[in-house]
C-alpha cells in the first residue's frame, strides 16, 4: 500500500519568513527603494538606515508549534536568534525537535511574546477561532521597532487595523506574503505604505514544491490504478 508522505509547502514558506526577517535586518528592501528613486546617499555620505546583528534578537512565532512554524525556528537558531513560541497550552510536547532547547521558550501568553520579540511571525492555520484574531490591540502590544511578518493566511489579521497601525508608525514595519483578498483591492492602503513591502503569496511557489505536488498527485493516481482492494484506495499526505 503507497503512503507518500510529503510536507510540500513546509520549507519553502519557513525560507519565505526568514528572507522576510534579514532584509529587514539590514533594511535591504529599503535601501533598493531609495536607489530607484535616485538616492544614493548611503553611498555618498553616513549611513542613514538602522542595521542589526540577528544574534541575540528575539523571534516570536504566533502558533509556531507547527511544521512550517517549527522550521522557522529551526533556521532562526542557526543565526543565533532566541525563539518565543505561543501555543494554547503553553508547552511543547516532548516529542517535539525543539522541546528542552535552550534558546526556545514557550508561553501560552501571547502579549507576552509580542512584547519581548524583536520580529513577530504568524503561523496559525486560518479557522474559525483565528480569523480576525491579530489587530490593533495585538499590534500595540509590540515594540515600536519590531516587525510583522506573515506568511500563514492574510484573513488572521484585521487588515483595516493593521493598516492605521503602519500608518501610525506603531512597529517599524510589516512583510505580508499573504493578504485578506489576493491580490489586495487596488486601493488598499497595502499598496502605498512605505512601511509595508508585500510578495504575491509565493511562499510555496518554489519550482521544486511545485514538482513535489505534481509527484505525490500523479504517485497517489498510481496507487490507486494500481491497488488490489478498497482498502489499499488511501491519500496519505503530512
Known amino acids: 500500500m503507497?503512503?507518500?508522505?510529503?510536507?510540500l509547502p513546509k520549507k519553502s514558506v519557513a525560507q519565505t519568513a526568514v528572507t522576510y526577517i534579514m532584509n529587514f535586518a539590514i533594511n535591504m528592501l529599503e535601501q533598493q527603494r531609495m536607489l530607484q528613486k535616485?538616492?544614493?546617499?548611503?553611498?555618498?555620505?553616513?549611513f542613514t538606515l538602522p542595521l542589526m546583528e540577528l544574534g541575540g534578537k528575539?523571534?516570536?512565532?504566533v502558533g509556531g508549534s507547527g511544521m512550517i512554524g517549527s522550521k522557522v525556528a529551526e533556521i532562526a537558531l542557526v543565526l543565533g536568534m532566541?525563539?518565543?513560541?505561543?501555543?494554547?497550552?503553553?508547552?511543547?510536547?516532548?516529542?517535539?525537535k525543539l522541546y528542552g532547547h535552550p534558546n526556545v521558550t514557550t508561553t501560552a501568553n501571547v502579549n507576552e511574546l509580542l512584547q519581548k520579540s524583536d520580529f513577530v511571525s504568524i503561523h496559525t492555520p486560518l479557522n474559525?477561532?483565528?480569523?480576525?484574531?491579530?489587530?490593533?490591540?495585538?499590534?500595540?502590544?509590540?515594540k515600536p521597532t519590531a516587525y510583522l511578518i506573515n506568511t500563514s493566511r492574510g484573513k488572521v489579521c484585521k487588515e483595516e487595523e493593521l493598516i492605521e497601525?503602519?500608518?501610525?508608525?506603531?512597529?517599524?514595519?510589516?512583510?505580508?506574503?499573504?493578504?485578506?483578498?489576493?491580490?489586495?483591492?487596488m486601493d488598499s492602503g497595502l499598496w502605498d505604505l512605505p512601511n509595508v513591502w508585500l510578495s504575491p503569496h509565493i511562499g510555496w511557489r518554489r519550482f521544486e514544491t511545485r514538482q513535489r505536488l505534481v509527484d505525490m498527485t500523479c504517485n497517489n493516481i498510481e496507487?490507486?490504478?494500481?491497488?488490489?482492494?478498497?482498502?489499499?484506495?488511501?491519500?496519505?499526505?503530512?
Not at 2 to 7: A, I, Q, R, V, W
Open 2 to 7: 503507497y503512503k507518500p508522505k510529503l510536507s
Open 38 to 46: 535616485g538616492d544614493r546617499s548611503n553611498f555618498t555620505g553616513p
Open 58 to 61: 528575539t523571534l516570536g512565532l
Open 82 to 96: 532566541n525563539i518565543i513560541i505561543s501555543s494554547r497550552r503553553g508547552t511543547l510536547p516532548e516529542s517535539h
Open 128 to 142: 474559525d477561532e483565528t480569523r480576525g484574531t491579530f489587530g490593533r490591540d495585538q499590534i500595540s502590544q509590540m
Open 165 to 185: 497601525c503602519l500608518k501610525e508608525g506603531m512597529i517599524a514595519g510589516a512583510g505580508l506574503d499573504v493578504t485578506a483578498s489576493e491580490p489586495p483591492p
Open 223 to 238: 496507487a490507486y490504478i494500481n491497488a488490489k482492494s478498497p482498502e489499499e484506495y488511501i491519500n496519505v499526505v503530512s
